[in-house]
């Protein structure tokens, strides 16, 4: 049955309340998506086991709720919330780092900041003012998530921020490859998870790349750094591959740009020569250090080196990968479109851009009926099930 792949339970249980979608502006597109995929899911659905009432607000024209975030010309902000949401099981989708948008302030033209998108988030939960059944809050890219432990005496924003939506009437927060989920400890007793997208990045690399070699003689995978090894380790392990590891040598006794600079990238693992190479982690930000360490698996004679982040944010621009992808030092880079991504970065032909939307509406669909996430937070079977496909020729 169409949108039951999360949970079967889906199909006997009834939602905890109507739901009700809010897509910021910064998250427009997925927003969209995601409200056609449960329209088209809960049109097909039996609902013989609703009631009358239950029937009507299960299959609408649209789950979107009509709010905003306008400005006034002294760059304050303020939400209004159009529609009815009285008893709704409300999920808020922002993204943070989306800094096309732009607002005027005294004349002058600004970027939205993460900072500007949070505010935006916490005025749409204040303007929700507690009549909805329940509100959850979407936010891929966890806001403040790489300030999220003190190395001296600094502030403890991720944290901080985790607590003031609980505080605000938040039940369940849900983001994409924390820096660190352990962040989630600051607020115990309410919903958070932090969901890898490790499904959708071999789908994607299996969908465009038809000449891989799925097994322990031709691919390894590779962590950048100690912080991403247990993301590597469960890709190595559903691909039934080895895992190597680089940890960053730090200059500790000066900062740039707010962090320790690095010496070098210094390798522990296997032989990768001949093999195709995946190098995985959270986040591509400048992409000095993706691009280092490729350069430095190249010198160990791999193969084909894909870069596999979450999140690209390429905040120096695309020459350099444009440069390392001429150079031979990366074949593809593969990211989400859980972040803003230029329009620049969409045409280039190195670039594969994986599609959340369905996901989400997935996870939606299971929180709104009140069943479990397992099976799309361990998404291992069908992963299991695309390998055995591709490897037969079928994918």
């Not at 962590?223 to 190595?236: F, K, L, Q």
Request: charged share 25%.
């Amino acid at each position: 049955m169409a949108g039951s792949i999360g949970n079967k339970d889906i199909l006997t249980r009834k939602p905890v309340a109507p739901l009700g979608l809010i897509p910021l502006k910064s998250i427009e597109s997925i927003g969209s998506k995601v409200d056609k995929f449960l329209l088209e899911w809960r049109a097909e659905r039996p609902i013989d086991h609703l009631d009358t009432v239950e029937k009507q607000d299960y299959a609408k024209d649209t789950y979107i709720i009509n709010a905003k975030c306008p400005r006034f010309g002294s760059g304050e902000a303020k939400a209004t919330i159009s529609d009815s949401i009285r008893g709704l099981d409300i999920y808020i989708l922002v993204d943070v780092m989306n800094y096309s948008l732009t607002y005027s302030m005294c004349g002058q033209t600004n970027h939205m900041s993460p900072d500007d998108h949070y505010a935006d988030l916490k005025r749409t939960i204040a303007a929700i003012g507690g009549k909805a059944h329940r509100v959850n809050v979407i936010i891929p890219f966890l806001y403040e998530s790489r300030q999220h432990k003190r190395a001296s005496r600094e502030s403890l924003d991720c944290a901080v921020a985790l607590q003031e939506l609980v505080s605000m009437g938040v039940d369940n927060i849900i983001t994409f490859d924390a820096h660190d989920p352990r962040v989630m400890n600051s607020i115990p007793l309410h919903g958070f998870e932090s969901i890898r997208p490790a499904y959708q990045f071999i789908k994607n690399i299996c969908k465009k790349v038809k000449d891989l070699e799925l097994d322990n003689d031709h691919l390894m995978i590779i962590s950048p750094d100690e912080g991403a090894m247990d993301r590597a380790v469960y890709m190595a392990n559903v691909l039934g591959v080895d895992v190597g590891m680089f940890y960053k040598r730090r200059d500790y006794s000066r900062v740039v740009d707010g962090r320790n600079p690095i010496v070098a990238h210094e390798f522990l693992g296997d032989s990768v020569d001949g093999k195709d190479v995946i190098i995985i982690d959270d986040m591509i930000s400048s992409g000095e250090s993706m691009i280092d360490v490729a350069r430095q698996l190249k010198k160990r004679k791999a193969r084909r080196i894909f870069a596999v982040s979450t999140f690209g944010l390429f905040t120096n621009g695309l020459e350099s990968f444009d440069k390392a992808v001429e150079e031979g030092v990366i074949y593809k880079v593969v990211t989400t479109n859980l972040v803003y991504q230029t329009p620049e970065l969409l045409s280039r032909d190195w670039y594969i851009s994986c599609d959340m939307s369905k996901y989400i509406a997935y996870i939606i669909d299971t929180l709104n009926h009140d069943c479990s996430l397992s099976s799309l937070l361990d998404p291992s079977e069908r992963i299991n099930n695309l390998l055995r496909k591709y490897r037969a020729g079928e994918y």
